[in-house]
């Protein structure tokens, strides 16, 4: 399983670029709402304080909703573009991925130029992320992910974002690179020696600064010996050797190596 950050750390990050403003702040803590949040005609203070409060008490259901609202009643209002992200905001915190994901698009498609685009990038970036299983599984959602999270890079490099999407493309790039070992060793296991061989090459090629590089070279040292073309797995040996001189895969290379090619 690809690891998490602290909610506590996300959630500041990303409430850091929802600022509510000093009036509505102060009235947060107004009259209460009902759970209901059937269609009720209210102006827009007082609906935006209604789901201001609920995400403030951690109903983040019942915020979403209501911010939603705000946006239905009034979509004209300059707070109708606010109650978008904070809509998309209150279903992340409450892990629901996919409504917090159209939300933000919607808001993107809308107003693609706000200055909180960034930060619509970057939730949806986060909310594909969260939802990355571990490496037996498909593997749809950790690509949407690495590309949603690109993007934040791509389009805001020296944004607060920035920096926090790289380290998590880092991990999901080591996800990504988990999921061709776990078949390239399925077909080991198999003795399909070309199709293991192919899956190893892959991480070597395309995610060779990620954890699981050394052992890709020795499997792949494993494959070309099994398959007859001893050269071959001195290349790949050699390269480990080059790279990863202390690491035990390349021990484990060398024995092989010297076992089965000696003279290769």
Not at 15 to 26: D, F, G, R
Not at 130 to 145: C, G, L, Y
Not at 242 to 262: E, I, Q, T, V
Request: net charge positive; hydrophobic share 40%.
């Amino acid at each position: 399983m690809i690891q998490r950050p602290s909610l506590r750390a996300t959630t500041r990050l990303l409430a850091a670029a929802l600022v509510i403003s000093p009036l509505l702040a102060a009235c947060a803590g107004g009259s209460g709402v009902k759970k209901d949040t059937r269609y009720v005609a209210r102006d827009v203070n007082t609906l935006y304080r209604a789901a201001q409060d609920r995400l403030e008490r951690k109903q983040y259901k019942v915020a979403a909703a209501l911010f939603d609202e705000v946006e239905r009643q009034h979509p004209y209002s300059p707070w109708a573009r606010r109650a978008q992200l904070m809509s998309a905001f209150s279903y992340y915190m409450d892990r629901e991925y996919t409504p917090a994901i159209e939300a933000a698009q919607r808001f993107l498609s809308i107003h693609p130029g706000n200055k909180d685009a960034p930060y619509a990038y970057y939730l949806i970036g986060l909310s594909y992320y969260e939802q990355i299983s571990d490496v037996t599984r498909d593997q749809k959602i950790t690509e949407q992910a690495k590309n949603a999270l690109g993007e934040v890079i791509r389009r805001y490099p020296d944004s607060r974002y920035a920096a926090d999407a790289r380290l998590k493309v880092d991990l999901v790039q080591d996800h990504l690179a988990g999921k061709e070992m776990e078949i390239g060793r399925f077909y080991e296991r198999s003795s399909n020696w070309l199709a293991a061989s192919i899956r190893f090459r892959e991480v070597t090629e395309k995610f060779q600064t990620t954890s699981h590089t050394p052992e890709a070279l020795y499997r792949l040292t494993e494959c070309y010996l099994a398959l007859g073309i001893p050269e071959e797995a001195k290349k790949s040996a050699a390269v480990l050797g080059a790279n990863y001189p202390g690491s035990k895969w390349y021990d484990r290379a060398y024995d092989l190596m010297r076992k089965h090619a000696p003279s290769a």
